[in-house]
């Protein structure tokens, strides 16, 4: 491919990527000519001016071609009936799996709904979740109605959270349904025939052999997690230590498929090889379903196909980019998938870095170097992106990839052949899938002792947008200088000199932050409090101990700061949500619980903050630091806060934070706030209070998660103000 051509595939797939900056559009045109007028100085055997310009353009009908296809909600859309209990009627669109509270989830096509007025018509998706009981026996296509709870997703309330409403939008999703039950009654059968009937068929002669979680890993190993129910507590350990992709169907199990379906028909010939392995493509394809991954590819691997059954060589980046190109064309929403992202990534570091780290490696045995450079190819080139979104890098994902690359691709494959048995003949797929039953627990231990090992992944401040491009940029020099037979300066100091400025772009800005930093964060929590105090680079945290609060809003908040150690923790209650925390929790420093009971506890300091109990009876906690004093009720009852009243032991504070429903005025009037921070609504009493006091009213599940810091005083995570009582 000549360079024009690489100029414009990336155009194409930059204007999809940066669509939705403000004003990118002009810079596109204006960028183009200016690109036309200044490179044919620089670069005078590179693309011609006309070419330049003609990037810009497509660059800019790339951005329109992306901001059209972004979903928006429909005037007769079903998620104009949120906040209301409905019956809708439509049809299953997906596979029904098991969500982490093991209900049944699945997406869902409206047809009509069914209000207290008359049956309307309407259109648009659903995310549907049902008991599993109701959901037992669904299957897509099915047509039915179920009665339940229509909502509107929620937006993240705390920094570093799961952005929910986002995930669906992207999907063309803007309500969702808690349903309560399904009117099997007037449910029609399922119609015609679907690739999910196979998949159906394949998972279940391997569980039946197998069993649980056996037939699972393999059935996700060969379709990916989306097709079967793997248990969470597996995938986690999987995504853990750095195997995830083991479990996505991508482009290692086409490669490794597709391989060895053609040196098994290595004698025919070359017309033959490309239409054995097309249909295997094409079969794999439909069995996983229309993952970006998974075309992607399969879009190379037909590329590599066709130049086998021609005689041509293919050029592996450019058939990479012309891949990725075909599928932003198809779907250019693909481009903020996660997926579609890391397999781009990845794919491009083993065609780029792999080569040369083998030739680098070339002192080690033949079978030994390829194993270990392309998991490193692989984690370099996507370790920005994962910078980027979990602040997160992986400590033992090149050893854990290199131990258990065999066993991946024994079960892949030995899956593979399993499942095509079990459309054939389902006993001998089963037989098959018998057979693989010591390397899937040989894996199965393995992971799971990389996942018990201390620090599987070491927590880092999440980089911007501009360190992910830097770092991307650094990238693309290393391999520049890689590629060149005689350069201008030694190929290891460049590599050197690159590294540490790659390090520098990353630690100096989060070292700099770091050292001046004093926060709290008080977590948009429900019934137990959350909260963190921040001073440098010690930690403290205040927590309920509540499994759910601890999942979806602790850790996510500790990752994002790149918390990998407490310092100190306060229990203010016994909870599961304690096991997640894990090893971030301190061996000494724990104080509030002793024997399940609240034990009272005098001053513990965090640098300039200081804390200590009042009235063990009660655990409310009273908090000094930068100039204010917090008062922390939790979810005190009526009865806790008659015997704080009574101890004579409250005195004034600046900050009351309050997690209950009904907080008694007598109690307000001696502490004196100036700043309320609340769970949920309150009582009506003392809501008049607040207001005759002039206090200040925050509240969580309004206003998202709240920050006091020196400068800014307190502000609310959320942007906006919306009326709290």
């Not at 037979?485 to 400025?501: M, N, T, V, W, Y």
């Not at 894990?582 to 001053?603: A, C, H, I, K």
């Not at 100039?627 to 409250?650: C, F, K, N, P, Y």
């Given at each position: 491919m000549?360079?024009?051509g690489?100029v ?14 403000p ?22 055997t590179g693309p ?5 310009i003609?990037?810009g ?7 329109l ?12 859309d ?5 906040g ?8 299953v669109?997906?596979t ?6 093991q ?6 096509e409206?047809r009509?709904?069914?209000t207290?007025e008359?049956?309307?018509t309407?259109s ?17 296509g099915q ?5 339940g709870y ?8 705390n ?10 939008a992207?999907k063309?999703?803007f ?5 309560d039950s ?10 015609g025939?679907?690739w999910?009937?196979?998949r ?6 391997q569980v039946?052999?197998?069993?649980v979680?056996?037939?699972?890993l393999l ?7 989306r097709?079967?129910d793997?248990?969470y ?8 230590v ?7 169907a991508?482009?290692?199990?086409v490669s490794l498929?597709?391989?060895?379906v ?10 033959s090889?490309?239409f054995l ?5 094409l079969?794999?394809v439909?069995l996983?379903?229309f ?7 399969a879009?190379?691997g ?15 980046v450019g ?16 481009i903020?998938d996660l997926g579609?992202q890391l397999?781009?990534l990845?794919t491009l570091g083993?065609?780029?870095t ?11 045995p033949?079978?030994?170097s390829?194993l ?9 080139w996507t370790?920005?992106?994962q910078?980027y ?6 400590v033992?994902?090149v ?25 054939v003949?389902?006993?001998?797929g ?5 057979g693989?039953?010591?390397p899937i ?11 018990m ?11 911007s947008?501009?360190q ?8 693309g ?9 005689k ?28 050292a ?11 019934e ?12 403290m945290?205040?927590h309920?101990?509540d499994e759910?609060?601890?999942r ?5 908040f ?17 909870g ?7 090893e971030?929790?301190p061996?000494?420093?724990?104080y509030?619980?002793?024997g ?16 200590k ?6 655990g409310?906690?009273?908090?000094s630091?930068g ?10 009852t009526?009865e806790?806060?008659?015997r ?5 032991e409250?005195s004034?504070v600046?900050v009351?934070?309050?997690w ?27 809501k ?5 006091m002039?206090?200040?009213v ?5 206003d998202g ?5 020196p ?8 942007e906006?103000?919306i009326?709290r009582?």
């Amino acid at each position: 491919m000549r360079s024009s051509g690489y100029v414009l595939l990336l155009a194409f797939i930059f204007g999809v990527l940066l669509a939705e900056w403000p004003g990118i559009p002009y810079v596109w045109l204006a960028g183009g000519c200016l690109l036309a007028a200044a490179i044919p100085w620089f670069w005078r055997t590179g693309p011609r001016a006309e070419v330049w310009i003609a990037a810009g353009l497509v660059g800019f009908a790339a951005t329109l071609y992306f901001l059209f296809r972004v979903p928006q909600p429909t005037a007769m859309d079903v998620s104009r009936y949120a906040g209301n209990e409905v019956t809708v009627r439509g049809t299953v669109v997906e596979t029904p799996t098991l969500n982490r509270e093991q209900n049944v989830r699945f997406v869902f096509e409206t047809r009509a709904i069914f209000t207290e007025e008359q049956p309307q018509t309407v259109s648009g998706k659903l995310y549907v979740t049902v008991p599993i009981l109701q959901g037992t026996g669904l299957t897509p296509g099915q047509e039915l109605s179920i009665s339940g709870y229509l909502y509107d997703p929620p937006a993240p309330r705390n920094p570093g959270g799961f952005d929910f409403r986002a995930y669906l939008a992207k999907k063309g999703i803007f309500a969702g349904l808690k349903g309560d039950s399904i009117d099997w009654n007037t449910a029609t059968a399922t119609s015609g025939w679907g690739w999910w009937q196979l998949r159906q068929r394949i998972v279940r002669t391997q569980v039946e052999r197998l069993g649980v979680p056996e037939g699972t890993l393999l059935s996700a190993m060969v379709l990916g997690r989306r097709a079967v129910d793997l248990p969470y507590d597996v995938r986690d350990r999987f995504v853990r230590v750095g195997l995830a992709h083991a479990l996505a169907a991508s482009g290692f199990h086409v490669s490794l498929i597709l391989g060895a379906v053609l040196g098994v028909g290595r004698n025919l010939g070359d017309r033959s090889k490309f239409f054995l392995g097309s249909a295997t493509l094409l079969l794999y394809v439909g069995l996983v379903g229309f993952q970006p991954s998974v075309l992607r590819a399969a879009l190379m691997g037909l590329a590599g196909l066709l130049g086998l059954a021609t005689r041509r060589r293919v050029n592996p980046v450019g058939a990479l980019l012309v891949a990725a190109t075909l599928l932003l064309l198809v779907n250019p929403l693909w481009i903020r998938d996660l997926g579609f992202q890391l397999s781009f990534l990845a794919t491009l570091g083993l065609v780029v870095t792999v080569p040369p780290l083998v030739k680098r490696l070339d002192w080690l045995p033949p079978v030994v170097s390829p194993l270990l450079a392309v998991p490193v190819a692989a984690i370099v080139w996507t370790l920005p992106l994962q910078l980027y979104t979990f602040g997160q890098m992986p400590v033992y994902s090149v050893v854990v990839n290199v131990v258990t690359t065999p066993f991946l691709a024994l079960v892949t494959l030995g899956g593979f052949v399993s499942g095509l048995a079990a459309l054939v003949f389902p006993p001998a797929g089963s037989f098959i899938a018998w057979g693989l039953t010591y390397p899937i627990r040989g894996l199965l231990q393995i992971v799971e002792f990389f996942s018990m090992l201390p620090k599987t992944a070491i927590a880092v401040d999440k980089i911007s947008v501009l360190q992910v491009a830097i770092l991307y940029g650094i990238l693309g020099m290393v391999w520049w200088i890689s590629s060149r037979e005689k350069p201008k300066f030694p190929k290891f100091a460049g590599f050197f000199s690159l590294c540490l400025a790659a390090m520098a772009i990353v630690v100096v800005p989060a070292v700099g932050e770091k050292a001046n930093l004093r926060r709290v964060t008080v977590l948009a929590t429900r019934e137990q409090p959350s909260m963190v105090l921040q001073q440098g680079w010690k930690t403290m945290l205040v927590h309920g101990g509540d499994e759910d609060n601890t999942r979806y809003a602790v850790l996510p908040f500790l990752r994002s700061e790149g918390v990998n150690q407490l310092e100190m923790v306060v229990a203010m209650s016994d909870g599961e949500g304690w096991d997640l925390l894990g090893e971030m929790l301190p061996e000494t420093g724990v104080y509030g619980l002793e024997g399940g009971e609240f034990e009272e506890f005098e001053n513990i300091r965090v640098e300039k903050f200081e804390m200590k109990s009042v009235l063990s009876q009660s655990g409310m906690l009273r908090l000094s630091g930068g100039g204010e004093t917090w008062a922390i009720l939790g979810d005190a009852t009526r009865e806790e806060q008659e015997r704080l009243l009574a101890s004579g032991e409250l005195s004034a504070v600046s900050v009351v934070c309050f997690w209950g429903r009904s907080l008694d005025v007598r109690l307000l009037e001696v502490l004196n706030p100036s700043i309320a921070i609340l769970a949920s609504d309150i009582n009506d009493a003392a809501k008049a209070k607040f207001e005759e006091m002039g206090v200040s009213v925050f509240r969580l599940d309004v206003d998202g998660a709240i920050q006091w810091t020196p400068n800014r005083e307190f502000e609310p995570v959320l942007e906006g103000s919306i009326d709290r009582f």
